[in-house]
């Protein structure tokens, strides 16, 4: 604008030149009529001008200077840089950012019910798993009644007539486990809440304790074998080879898997004559199928 129409001494306008370069021409159109058409054409960039002048001044007009908004504007171009700097480098970034914070928010303003929500899905289950759980339980005790009388019988025909056998059920406390019917909570387990523990009392008034704190080696062995026996779901099986060379060898052997009575009335204390009595065995054997002693 200065350029146009707020000219110096130094430096005129090119209004004011405009406008001068016309007199002159208008002048010379006076001397030499053939240069009219020239003068014309100045006259007309001349008003030209002064209308552009004018526009562009309308135009500052109506333009409102605020330092204030403009210090907003330069703040938010500004902040603008160091958000697309720090996540992502490009616009798009920084909005998918914010979106993911803003839902991040939303679910830390609602956790509380989220966490409630969560805690009434707990009891829940914990109420299924306490009814499943009693009921494998009931089912763990009336079993045991069946192999209690299965295992004392067992011990009557293994000379301890006086014996007692008792499985005792055990819950570890646990404030987060499975509610009871009395109200307590106990610790669960894939399996259930039961500890289940052997006792056997072998003879007439001790009490009933593990079978490992028996004092008797042979109570113990004759109490393994009866358990053994007692449990009319495991059909008795021969063991292997192997385990039968052991017990010839006269090392320490326990069949677990394949109970026998020489495995488990030996399971306390190597065999100090194993062979030789496996030897006389099969001699006596012999002797009986043919009528004839096996040589020595």
Request: glycine residues 8%; contains cysteine.
């Amino acid at each position: 604008m200065t350029f146009l129409d707020e000219g110096s001494p130094e430096s005129p306008a090119a209004s004011d030149l405009v406008g001068e370069a016309a007199q002159a021409l208008a002048g010379l159109a006076k001397i030499d009529s053939g240069q009219e058409e020239l003068s014309n054409q100045a006259t007309l960039l001349e008003d030209t001008l002064a209308e552009v002048v004018r526009g562009l001044r309308d135009y500052l007009d109506a333009i409102e200077y605020n330092p204030k908004r403009l210090d907003e504007v330069e703040e938010r171009l500004n902040l603008i840089h160091n958000l697309t700097h720090k996540y992502g480098g490009s616009i798009q970034s920084v909005i998918a950012f914010g979106e993911d914070a803003r839902k991040q928010l939303e679910n830390i303003s609602n956790a509380t019910e989220r966490i409630t929500a969560l805690e009434t899905d707990e009891n829940k289950l914990l109420q299924v798993l306490s009814k499943q759980a009693g009921a494998l339980s009931a089912k763990r005790k009336d079993a045991a009644q069946k192999m209690r009388k299965g295992i004392e019988i067992e011990l009557d025909n293994l000379k301890m007539a006086a014996a007692r056998f008792g499985v005792e059920f055990k819950g570890r406390a646990d404030p987060n486990g499975v509610p009871l019917s009395d109200g307590s909570r106990v610790a669960f387990e894939e399996h259930g809440f039961d500890r289940v523990e052997f006792l056997v009392a072998p003879n007439p008034g001790e009490g009933l304790k593990p079978p490992a704190k028996m004092a008797s080696g042979g109570q113990a062995s004759r109490t393994a074998l009866a358990t053994c026996r007692g449990d009319r779901r495991r059909p008795w099986r021969r063991p292997p080879k192997s385990s039968r060379r052991r017990f010839e060898r006269g090392e320490r052997n326990s069949c677990s898997r394949y109970p026998c009575a020489e495995c488990i009335s030996t399971a306390s204390r190597p065999m100090r004559s194993a062979r030789p009595a496996a030897a006389a065995a099969a001699a006596a054997a012999g002797s009986g199928r043919d009528g004839r002693s096996a040589p020595a």
